[in-house]
């Protein structure tokens, strides 16, 4: 978003620090800013906040700063926010009266804003506003820069967000969160302004990074035994397109399986974009997991077309028996929001109807959240809340139920999982993923974090499956 009103002195909103290097680079005197301080950051976002969110470990901890479990305990928190709905507002700002509150004990903390909500207009202002004792606001396209930005910050606030996206800055440090799944950005932004979705103005336009800087991260997760990599994108399947060169996802695919990685997995296919060249790659190499996730968003032609997806529900479904036919042992999740401006009772059940078709093997399901700034914010609404909040319930028991009926289809099977650490709900047990991405939690199997091991599923839930190791 432009945030062309905010002119004061210790406020940047455009690129006048321009980006004029593709490279990470952090001013020597800075690397001990950080000495004897900790810090604290909690992300609020999708997989690719997440990743941010590692990016700015990394950065912290190239300072000098070590991680610390509580925010009662660090020097320095930052909270890397995401915008896509608007409860996050209320949360974010909870957490913000909480660290006044530990400001008074403590006045040398630092701590500040950083992610989606900092990329928007009115909550610059009303930090600016309200919230003077945060030191740092950063947005989404300058996190190389935070070094910098804490050394501005020292005696004044500091806010820092760039309305363009700049040039992808390669080689940022990474404190990965595990040692057997990591994250790769393989493009930045998004060009679909789907008309309720605020992306497109907190993280810019799409950008993809080239292929050789892909593959070189992946080689190196290879060389430090990673078994598990996810390519990462709010529209992978639009991968290539706009680097001027003829490569696009399948060819980044079949590169990346071609290296031999245990299990590769990509998020988040656009029905517009899904290609039969991807379905292809998909089904040639058993290194590319049979999971996809499919947002539909509404089973309503009248509704997408308001939502700007340019897909159709006979379209969409074409696609999806395609991929089933194509891949029949996969599952297929989505995203569904219901209560979209103007949506019918009418064009609810047309949801249900392709719910009913698809079988989802699970769904995250949202209630519309109008954003400042997009189109469907602006549409006229005339449905009650609590007509929205019983079509949720609906769409949820649905959902659910096709849930279990997935689930159940593999008690008694064997099925590889990765294993990745101990069980939440029951530290007796491990936990861990199937290729469908099946979350299992299996018995015995403390010895096997890291290790894809087969298992046998002996009891299905909604939700998860539990199994036992199979030794040979
Ligand atoms: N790039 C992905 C989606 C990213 S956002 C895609 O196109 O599928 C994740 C999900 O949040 C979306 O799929 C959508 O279901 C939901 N979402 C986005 N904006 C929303 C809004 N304004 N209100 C409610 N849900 C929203
Ligand atoms: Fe948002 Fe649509 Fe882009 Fe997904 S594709 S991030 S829903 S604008
Ligand atoms: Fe949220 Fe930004 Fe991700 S708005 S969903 S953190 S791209």
């Known amino acids: 978003m432009n945030l062309p009103n905010l002119k004061e002195a210790k406020v940047r909103t455009t ?28 992300t609020y976002g999708c997989q690719m906040n997440e990743h941010d969110s590692e990016n700015i470990k990394a950065i912290l901890e190239d300072m000098s700063f070590t991680e610390t479990e509580t925010m009662e305990e660090a020097d320095l928190i930052l909270l890397n926010t995401c915008a896509i709905r608007e409860n996050a507002h209320n949360k974010v700002f909870g957490m913000v ?5 530990l400001k008074q004990t403590k006045p040398e903390l630092m701590a500040g804003i950083c992610g989606c909500m900092a990329q928007e207009e009115s909550i610059v202002e009303e930090i600016m506003k309200k919230y003077k004792w945060l030191d740092i606001v950063f947005g989404t396209h300058n996190i190389h820069r935070l070094p910098q930005i804490l050394k501005e910050a020292k005696d004044k606030q500091e806010i820092e967000v760039f309305s363009i996206e700049g040039e992808i800055i390669e080689n940022i440090p990474v404190k990965r969160d595990s040692k057997y799944k990591a994250w790769i950005n393989i493009m930045y932004g998004c060009d679909k302004f789907c008309t309720y979705c605020i992306v497109p103005y907190t993280r810019g336009k799409q950008r993809s990074r080239t292929p050789e800087f892909i593959l070189k991260e992946a080689k190196e997760l290879v060389q430090k035994g990673y078994q598990e990599i996810t390519l990462l994108g709010q529209n992978v399947n639009a991968y290539g397109k706009d680097l001027g060169i003829s490569y696009n996802m399948a060819n980044l695919l079949e590169d990346v399986a071609k290296l031999n990685i245990p299990r590769i997995r990509f998020v988040t296919s656009h029905p517009w974009d899904f290609t039969d060249e991807m379905i292809e790659v998909i089904k040639t190499y058993p290194n590319i997991m049979p999971y996809i996730h499919l947002p539909l968003q509404s089973g309503s032609d009248r509704i997408l077309k308001l939502m700007g997806r340019r897909y159709t529900k006979e379209s969409y479904m074409e696609l999806f028996h395609k991929l089933k ?9 989505t995203d569904i929001i219901v209560g979209f401006p103007g949506e019918t009772e009418e064009d609810f059940e047309k949801t249900l109807e392709v719910v009913n078709m698809c079988e989802y093997d699970s769904a995250f399901t949202f209630i519309f959240s109008p954003r400042v700034g997009t189109p469907a914010a602006n549409m006229e609404d005339d449905t009650p809340l609590e007509e929205k909040e ?14 279990k009926k997935a689930n159940d289809k593999y008690l008694g099977k064997i099925v590889p999982v990765l294993i990745e650490g101990r069980s939440e709900k029951d530290p007796n047990m491990m936990m861990g993923y199937t290729d469908t991405m099946k979350l299992v939690n299996v018995k015995n199997a403390s010895e096997f974090v890291g290790k894809i091991v087969n298992v046998k599923i002996t009891e299905t839930k909604t939700w998860s499956l539990d ?5 040979d």
């Open 15 to 42: 690129n006048e620090v321009a980006i004029k290097t593709d490279e990470y680079i952090v001013d020597p005197e800075l690397k001990t800013f950080g000495k004897g301080k900790t810090y604290f950051v909690k």
């Open 467 to 471: 199994g036992e190791l199979l030794v």
């Open 325 to 333: 036919k194509a891949l029949p042992h996969s599952s297929i999740t």
């Open 390 to 403: 019983k079509r949720l319930y609906r769409l949820n028991e649905l959902v659910n139920q096709y849930a």
């Open 97 to 101: 009266g909480r660290i006044k509150h």
